[in-house]
């Protein structure tokens, strides 16, 4: 009997330590991979040898949350379901069979997921499994983790990029990486660093505009403020350079359609701002909606394969978009299904796959079949398990949901919002100086249109706020003049929606008021994707006001009461009547939490006004590509109907003071191509307020073997100038600065004549001009 009970005892024993989890085992047993002194590449070996075949696969594997499925479900039929990509569910997996897959350690990647809790349930799931390899939870963090309720909002990166500032840039991005880890997500698929060159396209303003020196600049401050952390072995969260590659320039406007752009154009324009993410370590890399030349670029070996891994250097995962795998057969037809599309994309390159099943299967087969190795597959986990190690994740997959509410919104990300904010609204107009507002002055101000009262200024990519969390423009005038009577009229939301009724109320009460507000432009709600006019998948064949908007503008405009016109926007809107005729027009793109205080400080001269356009703004549709760096010949030609030219150009900006710009000098006048020269300018305050001014210095080779842009961007320096206050700004050009390609898309320098440009915008009667030249 004694001798049964220790049989028992020991079989006990022996059941407990073979289910016993690599973290319980203790200090002396501990599984090499578990082990946190060791390198990272040494836990990443050891881990990817214990795993199977299924479980390698599995990390490749991305799903939607658990949360966001049963609303799906509920909301959308399986046909709307395949058109969208911003919603998801699995016809005949339901969200228990996903857990359940989760569990066996069959799911390596969740996004979508909003909810500390929800995160945390997910990682417990993992943990069940046999090697407790723990989720990579992403999530779109474009301008803050905006998608959480309650979270900071932040200015869209098109606002951003007004503000010239790549540290408050970077500031902002390690706000967002603290509010992301505090609600469990550690992967962000930020930032887009498409070169937007085509008003049209929807997401314009979610880019930092169109000059690829900015958008580089921009973007690696994010790249860098997201994933910067103490140790350079590990990652505070995982920053995503994204869309690969020029969908923003697509033939027809439209997101996903197809780009048909020379190789020069690719490489010139579009793939600088990807090496400098890669040079500034971004860890992820999304592949695009589009086709680029033909080919798909969901399964584009060479620009994968070739052009970001063996030109570039990158070294980390790339990340298909959204259920764009599957649509190599459904949309593009390369493929005739679905094994063939998993088969051309893994060859190509991809790592990871957005989202959903019918992609472990094909996987597995194609491994059985010899049409992929092993080998292909261990390349892509041992990335995906490198991201794991260093966010720490194997050490604690878990958030602390106590802390999650004091980290969110906290006073520090509430001011920096504020400062992003006020830095990046552009003033474009102010006729006889109208702005800025003197307090008291006007008894009676109107304030209407369909973004001066609600949540557009929060721009795409957010979730719908506590009203408590965001300032309108209505809410921040009234805050700044409490002894004016603020008359507003509520014509909705919806640009679209705006009645005659409404157009011919507001002529009547812009009659009875001192001073008219109109705060027009688009919306961008992602809660209520059918009302949007902008953001993802919402182009649009003009660029003009939607709906009535012009007609209420022009109404108020007529009643003869002054008016300023600001525009909350993410695209630039082709306002030419707007700005012949209204005195004052305010740019403010979607300024985030805080916007509605932003407007009203800069309109009452509490901030005077330093933002610059990050990107030029057309007259029309019909004047696409009005950019500054464009070729000589661009405008040989005049339009025979209506002007030429842009509306407003790239870099322009007013203020409530000048700035005179002098002395323009440079350290040599002939260099050799290895050297460099260093070029000052004087800046003066000329006015009576304390200001920012962005210095912008452009380049140009007069005389070069392939034609070459009339200027370029290749530095800025953001100053501050009390009145009266001369500033020397020193600019070092460098022989990169003026490489370009040859003939045979070679990099070259070659001897001649140069021109460097210094002033506060693109715009030639804007600058200083002198030449040098190369030996």
């Known amino acids: 009997m004694i001798k049964s009970f220790f049989y028992i005892l020991l079989l006990i024993a022996v059941v407990t330590t073979a289910c ?117 939870i992403g999530i779109d963090a474009i301008h803050g983790t905006a998608l959480v309720k309650g979270a900071t909002v932040y200015p869209t990166p098109i606002g951003l990029a007004s503000t010239w500032d790549t540290a408050l840039v970077k500031k902002m991005s390690v706000e967002t990486a603290k509010e992301m880890r505090a609600t469990g997500a550690t992967w962000t698929f930020t930032p887009n660093v498409d070169v937007a060159r085509d008003a049209r396209w929807g997401r314009v303003g979610e880019t930092f505009g169109e000059d690829p020196y900015l958008v580089a600049e921009m973007g690696v401050a994010m790249i860098e403020g997201l994933q910067a952390s103490a140790s350079p072995d590990s990652f505070n969260v995982i920053a ?8 923003s320039e697509s033939v027809n406007g439209l997101n996903g359609a197809p780009t048909d752009l020379s190789e020069r154009t690719i490489r010139e324009v579009y793939l600088p701002p990807y090496q400098a993410a890669v040079d500034a370590g971004v860890f992820s890399v999304m592949t695009a909606h ?45 493929a005739e299904n679905q094994k063939e599309a998993c088969y051309q994309t893994i060859d190509a390159g991809m790592d990871m796959h957005m989202h959903g099943p019918d992609y472990m299967e094909p996987v597995q087969e194609l491994v059985k079949e010899g049409r992929l190795t092993e080998e292909r597959i261990n390349e892509s986990v041992r990335r995906l398990l490198e991201a794991k190690f260093k966010l720490g994740l194997f050490e604690n997959p878990y958030t602390d949901a106590e802390k999650t509410d004091k980290v969110l919104f906290q006073a520090e990300h509430q001011q920096t919002a504020l400062d992003a904010a006020q830095k990046s ?26 973004n001066a009262h609600n949540q557009t200024i929060n721009g795409d990519w957010t979730g719908q706020q506590p009203a408590e969390n965001v300032t309108t423009i209505l809410e921040g005038l009234q805050a700044a003049d409490p002894a004016c009577q603020f008359d507003f009229q509520d014509v909705g939301y919806n640009p679209r929606h705006v009645t005659q009724q409404h157009v011919a109320e507001a002529k009547k009460k812009a009659a009875r008021a001192d001073l008219a507000i109109v705060v027009v432009g688009e919306n961008s709600f992602r809660w209520e994707w059918d009302e949007k006019t902008c953001g993802e998948n919402s182009a649009r064949p003009d660029i003009s006001l939607a709906g009535l908007q012009q007609q209420l503008v022009e109404a108020v405009y ?22 012949e005729h209204v005195p004052a027009l305010v740019e403010a793109w979607e300024p985030g939490s805080f916007g509605g205080q932003a407007v009203a400080q ?140 040859d003939k045979d898309l070679k990099p070259i320098i070659e001897a001649g004549e140069f021109r460097a440009m210094v002033g506060g915008s693109s715009r030639d009667e804007d600058l200083l001009s002198i030449p040098f030249y190369i030996k």
């Not at 912008?696 to 034609?707: F, K």
């Open 20 to 136: 016993q989890s690599p973290h319980q085992s203790g200090e002396k047993n501990q599984l090499p991979y578990l082990n946190a002194s060791l390198s990272t590449n040494r836990r990443v070996e050891d881990l990817l040898n214990r795993m199977t075949l299924d479980e390698k696969i599995a990390q490749m594997c991305q799903y939607v949350g658990l949360q966001h499925m049963k609303e799906a479900e509920q909301n959308l039929s399986k046909e709307e379901m395949e058109k969208s990509d911003a919603h998801g569910f699995y016809p005949g997996l339901h969200s228990t069979d996903v857990a359940n897959l989760v569990e066996q350690g069959l799911i390596g990647s969740f996004l979508h997921v909003v909810d500390v809790k929800e995160a945390n349930y997910l990682q417990s799931l993992a943990q069940k499994s046999r090697l407790k390899i723990p989720l990579l």
């Open 240 to 247: 995503c350079a994204k869309h690969l590659i020029a969908g």
């Open 290 to 334: 589009n086709e680029l030349n033909g080919i798909a670029c969901h399964a584009d070996k060479w620009m994968m394969t070739d052009v970001l891994r063996g030109e570039l250097g990158f070294d980390g995962f790339i990340v298909s978009d959204w259920m764009d795998i599957e649509r190599l057969a459904t949309r593009h037809f390369v």
């Open 425 to 450: 609204i552009v003033l474009l107009k102010n006729e006889k100086n109208l702005l800025p507002l003197a307090k008291g002055k006007y008894k009676k101000i109107l304030v209407t249109g369909p």
């Open 558 to 579: 007529n009643s003869g009461t002054p008016t300023i016109v600001v525009l909350v926007n993410g695209r630039p809107l082709g306002t030419e009547w707007i700005a």
């Open 602 to 741: 800069v309109l009452y001269g509490e901030v005077n006004p330093s933002g610059k356009l990050p990107l030029t703004i057309p007259r029309s549709a019909g004047h696409q590509l009005s950019i500054y760096n464009h070729k000589p010949s661009h405008y040989f030609h005049q339009y025979v109907t209506g002007k030429t030219g842009p509306l407003y150009p790239f870099g322009f900006g007013l203020s409530y003071t000048h700035y005179n710009y002098q002395n323009l000098q440079l350290s040599s006048q002939s260099i050799s191509a290895k050297e460099s020269i260093h070029l000052k300018v004087e800046v003066t305050n000329t006015g009576q307020r304390t200001g920012d001014e962005v210095v912008q210095l452009y380049i140009r080779d007069q005389y070069s073997s392939v034609t070459r842009p009339v200027k370029e961007l290749k530095a800025f320096r953001r100053v501050t100038l009390a009145p009266g206050e001369t500033q020397q700004v020193t600019f070092t050009i460098t022989p990169d600065m003026l490489q370009f390609l």
